[in-house]
């Protein structure tokens, strides 16, 4: 093991002490009185991470630099406060991220930088209503303007609207999510999901601004089958690009007998763009087995750009995060790092298991091809095959800690691409406490 490897897994296991041994401690209450509240609470967050044959052990000659171990690190205080206002309930929160990152991690965005860097996170207002509409059961309208979070099904599209990284730091903690010049409008209830939104990204420098306006429907049936649509209209913010037209069917099936079935299909389409990705899913539920694993298979598919069509049919990401281990950074090692969703197919093998109440593992299984070769700048379709092993341990109410093991198989494309074959070898251990 290389210095800096050992460094970075000794000053993270002694991070995950000093968490461990920290008292439990509630939020702080700043003001309670009539309905009206203020409370502080914060985030801490650390990761280390050793590689072997880190980008098929050829980083130092593609990347300029050794990835063979880093160390991440992140904070972020919250100001959250709420309100009776006019038969309903304002509420608001600002909070502020820190992040950064000793070393030189694996995307190569660190190489050459001075990686840390602290900014607004949240900073919303809203206001929220219950039982207002006559019909709905359960139901909660909300309208909130500003810095906040936005997901959108499984995060296959709208997820994290901030970039990490770089100068900022922090790029596997993904800490910054939250959409700028944001405004939500929401109707939730037992069975129905209404929004309006319009979002806009916070890129990293040189990233590209974007912003997105659309709605967003879900109706769940007998508790059950769970469908939803989205249109949203995308705009790049790049001269020379029309407004991107984006439409999205999702379907969420419980089968019975512990089957469940789902997937997404989504089409974009302007002038210059005409792309589709898709994924299905399969999952088989064994509760009377010990450790009660879950089975499941999923196939994803998000085209490439055929370069013999006027039209650019690469699949555009917009802005996908993290939803589950898979969804949507495919591979802790080949989502992370080398590659994201665009002009990829795979196949997911998993099986998640509990232990105990507090431990859940997983296994995982991928298989990586290109959709266009060519458009990558290779001849071979074949990215590569990669094992995951994730532990995820719940310590207390507050603290969490996760472990993964990962290992990429080379295949004829990522030799190509890279000019390495070697295997390549990941291993991360992670602490979040809250208070």
Do not use: C
């Amino acid at each position: 093991m290389k210095p800096i490897e050992m460094r970075v897994l000794l000053a993270t296991t002694l991070a995950a002490a000093v968490l461990a041994a920290s008292p439990a401690r509630a939020e702080w209450e700043v003001y309670n009185k009539n309905g009206a509240k203020l409370v502080i609470n914060a985030d801490i967050v650390t990761a280390g991470f050793a590689n072997a044959n880190p980008w098929f052990g050829e980083d130092e000659e593609f990347l300029g630099d050794d990835t063979g171990g880093w160390l991440e690190f992140g904070f972020e205080p919250k100001l959250t406060g709420e309100m009776p206002l006019g038969g309903g309930t304002a509420y608001g929160q600002v909070s502020g991220v820190y992040t950064s990152t000793i070393g030189e991690d694996a995307s190569g965005l660190t190489i050459g930088t001075e990686a840390h860097e602290l900014m607004i996170e949240q900073g919303h207002l809203g206001w929220k209503k219950e039982d207002l509409f006559a019909g709905l059961e359960e139901d909660t309208f909300s309208l909130s303007i500003g810095r906040q979070d936005y997901s959108i099904g499984t995060g296959m599209l709208i997820n994290d609207g901030g970039s990490d990284g770089g100068s900022r730091g922090g790029w596997y903690l993904g800490m910054r999510k939250a959409f700028q010049e944001s405004i939500i409008m929401r109707v939730k209830s037992k069975t129905l999901v209404a929004e309006a939104f319009r979002v806009r990204n916070r890129p990293r420098g040189g990233g590209t601004q974007g912003s997105a306006y659309g709605g967003n429907l879900e109706y769940t049936f007998a508790e059950q089958v769970t469908v939803g649509g989205t249109y949203m209209a995308v705009n790049p913010e790049l001269t020379g690009f029309e407004t991107l037209d984006v439409f999205s069917g999702r379907l969420d099936w419980k089968v019975g007998n512990g089957f469940s079935v789902g997937g997404e299909y989504v089409h974009e389409d302007s002038d210059q763009i005409e792309s589709d990705g898709w994924y299905v899913k399969a999952a088989y539920e064994t509760p009377d087995l010990p450790w009660k694993p879950v089975w499941s298979y999923r196939y994803a598919h998000f085209d490439g750009d055929d370069p013999d069509t006027t039209k650019d049919e690469r699949f555009r990401e917009i802005a996908y995060g993290f939803t589950d281990y898979g969804s949507w950074f495919q591979g802790e090692i080949t989502g992370n790092y080398p590659l994201a969703n665009g002009n990829v197919q795979s196949h997911q093998v998993r099986v998640k298991a509990a232990p105990t109440e507090t431990l859940t593992l997983n296994f995982f299984y991928y298989h990586f091809t290109f959709d266009e070769p060519e458009s990558f700048g290779v001849t071979s379709d074949n990215w590569g095959d990669e094992i995951n092993f994730t532990a995820d341990w719940a310590a207390t109410e507050k603290l969490y800690v996760i472990g993964v093991v990962g290992v990429l198989f080379p295949g004829n494309a990522a030799e190509q691409f890279t000019g390495g074959d070697d295997t390549w070898l990941y291993s991360m251990l992670y602490g979040s406490y809250s208070w």
